[in-house]
């Protein structure tokens, strides 16, 4: 009986220990599917906007994004008013710089492909060049500067 017991108690402890590994391998892939698939993993701490950071994230949507998009109506790809409220930074960030891969793996990538039918293309931009249009989008996006459309 004793023996019948104790191994209830190590099947019951498995099962425990499997469930939780389970329940941790989805929060943990739910996470990464928010950010989208690229190489910024990590949750990104937003500040205040930085004035110094969207004026050159302005330069290089000027250079690289405004033959495709507008912040208020849709040019090739879709407006981005607004965006930084419906996406986090990590996601957009990895938009910017893994767009064939996102619109291959990521759901929503994939959804907005359809609809658009246009595939965005590399832009060939770092990180911070990144990060710089995220900032120019958040600025925009709280009125602390007008889109230059």
Known sequence: MKLLSLKNKSISVSVLVLTLAISVLTL?????????????????KLAPVDANLYTKGEQIFAAKCVACHKFGSRLVGPP??????????????????????????????KELFAQYLIQMTFQDVSQ???????EY?????????????
């Open 28 to 44: 943990n892939g739910c996470k990464n599917e928010e950010f989208g698939v690229g190489p910024v993993k990590e949750e990104i």
């Open 80 to 109: 981005l008013k607004d965006v930084t409220k419906r996406r986090r930074p990590e996601w957009i960030m990895n938009q910017i710089l893994n767009p064939v891969e996102m619109a291959q793996k990521d759901k929503v990538t």
């Open 128 to 134: 911070d060049d990144a990060r710089a249009l995220l």
């Open 137 to 149: 989008m958040r600025a925009i996006d709280e009125g602390k500067v007008a889109p230059k459309e």
